[in-house]
Each structure stands twice: as C-alpha cells, then as structure tokens.
Nanobody, 123 residues
Framework: QVQLVESGGGLVQAGGSLRLSCAASGRTFSNYAMGWFRQAPGKEREFVAAINRSGDTYYSDSVKGRFTISRDNPKNTVYLQMNSLKPEDTAVYYC?????????????????WGQGTQVTVSS
C-alpha cells in the first residue's frame, strides 16, 4: 500500500503561482511512477503531468510550458510547480502513483490516489 497526501492548494490570482506537494508513505517511493490529475466541477478527471522512476516527464498540452513536475525520492515527495495560472486551471488536484516503469495518461493505470487539494484561480 502507498498513502498519498497532497498539500499546497489555495486561492491565487490569474498569472500567479502555486506549488503542490504530494507526500508518499508505505512502499518504496522510488519504485513508482507518479502523476497529477485534476477535476473541475462538472467535468471528468483529466491528466495533468507525470514523472517516471527515471525522471522522464510528460505534460498535457493545456499545461505544457507552465507547469513542472518533479520528484525528490529521499523525501518521498512529488511536486507540481504551477506558474502563469489561469482561471481554467481551477480544479481539485490529485496525486497518483502506479507501480510501473512507463508514464501513463489514463487515470485507471494508477493504483493509489491522494484525497486531493483545491486550487482556485481568480480572474
């Protein structure tokens, strides 16, 4: 089992920045590929970014160039640095882990999920 706890969400003005953190406990963190997803009210949960065990990253087109995913294995933590935030980035952001090598974009490929953290971007 892997437990994931997100933090760092909040209210920010458009153009601002936030950094989300996801602390993992349980199994060996470095063995897991990690992802960030988000869900806005009335919408499906969507992929945001992912990082594999080797540090390779992948981003959705909507956040590419603005968001950066990173991981600190000794701290068992994955981060999502969000810059140039837009009102359409408003959502609950979820951290997820999967016990595989490859980066996956589909939420059903992930085995463990955090409880989510709210990000609200005002215009």
């Amino acid at each position: 089992q892997v437990q994931l706890v997100e933090s760092g969400g909040g209210l920010v003005q458009a153009g601002g920045s936030l950094r989300l953190s996801c602390a993992a406990s349980g199994r060996t963190f470095s063995n897991y590929a990690m992802g960030w997803f988000r869900q806005a009210p009335g919408k499906e949960r969507e992929f945001v970014a992912a990082i594999n065990r080797s540090g390779d990253t992948y981003y959705s087109d909507s956040v590419k160039g603005r968001f950066t995913i990173s991981r600190d294995n000794p701290k068992n933590t994955v981060y999502l640095q969000m810059n140039s935030l837009k009102p359409e980035d408003t959502a609950v952001y979820y951290c997820a882990a999967r016990g595989g090598i490859t980066i996956q974009l589909g939420q059903y490929a992930y085995d463990y999920w955090g409880q989510g953290t709210q990000v609200t971007v005002s215009s």
